[in-house]
């Protein structure tokens, strides 16, 4: 049976989307937030203008097997596709490992997919009581710690990272925010600082960094065993 996964873009190499693996990444359609800094608008509709049959994902990836190690279902987010299951059945019996790029939307549809997966990059928002300001959809905060957990019990190998624009987050918020994290069992944690030369919100103004950031990047580093800062 052939999956009918929704992808509404690729990358065909990259080394930074799945730790110490070759991997090309496939853009899943649709994505339930909207957050405010989103710089792939066009992937938040069900239904893209730029869509990719998964027969044609099949090819590309037979045309890959030697070459690639793994295959990242990235978004949108993808864990809204009943697809998604049958569809790393498929990449898997190719041989490929499989990376999951996702902010847990749907807490118990995440939790299923996690058994299939080998990595997982996981989008810490904001502290709960602050992601709507980011979503812009209530109880987003909570459905999306609620994933958190449901990935620290799985015992999935992963990060965790914070896309960081300025006007959204200061230096405290994100601090409290991290001393969280740790709490709960997070070891490595990733800041990206956004990009804003495409953003779903337009209105948003320059992300400013606070003058004591470099103090900041310092007290992450001494309170996870892993951190990392991209920009």
């Not at 608008?41 to 730029?50: D, M």
């Not at 499989?98 to 807490?107: D, E, M, Q, R, Y």
Request: aromatic share 8%; hydrophobic share 40%.
């Amino acid at each position: 049976m052939t999956a009918n996964l929704r992808v509404g873009g690729l990358v065909p190499l990259t080394t930074l989307d799945f730790p110490d693996h070759l991997a090309c990444v496939l853009f899943c359609q649709g994505c339930g937030w909207r957050c405010r800094y989103c710089h792939n608008p066009q992937l938040i509709p069900a239904c893209g203008a730029q869509e990719r049959p998964w027969e044609e994902i099949i090819d590309f990836l037979k045309q890959r097997v030697g070459l690639l190690e793994a295959v990242v279902f990235s978004g949108g987010e993808p864990t809204l596709q009943l697809a998604l299951p049958e569809a790393i059945a498929q990449v898997r019996a190719m041989g490929f490992k499989v990376g999951l790029h996702s902010a847990g939307i749907k807490p118990r549809l995440f939790r299923q997919v996690l058994p299939l997966v080998d990595w997982v990059g996981f989008d810490i928002k904001a502290l709960p009581e602050h992601s709507t300001l980011i979503t812009g959809v209530e109880g987003s905060g909570q459905a999306n710690w609620k994933s958190l957990e449901h990935l620290l019990d799985s015992g999935v190998a992963h990060e965790c990272r914070t896309t960081v624009h300025w006007h959204l987050f200061d230096a405290d918020r994100l601090w409290q925010m991290a001393q969280r994290l740790r709490r709960q069992g997070v070891e490595r944690f990733v800041v990206q600082c956004v990009r804003t030369a495409r953003m779903l919100d337009e209105s948003l103004p320059d992300s400013r960094a606070p003058h004591d950031q470099l103090r900041l990047w310092e007290r992450m580093g001494k309170l996870f065993p892993s951190f990392v800062l991209r920009g």
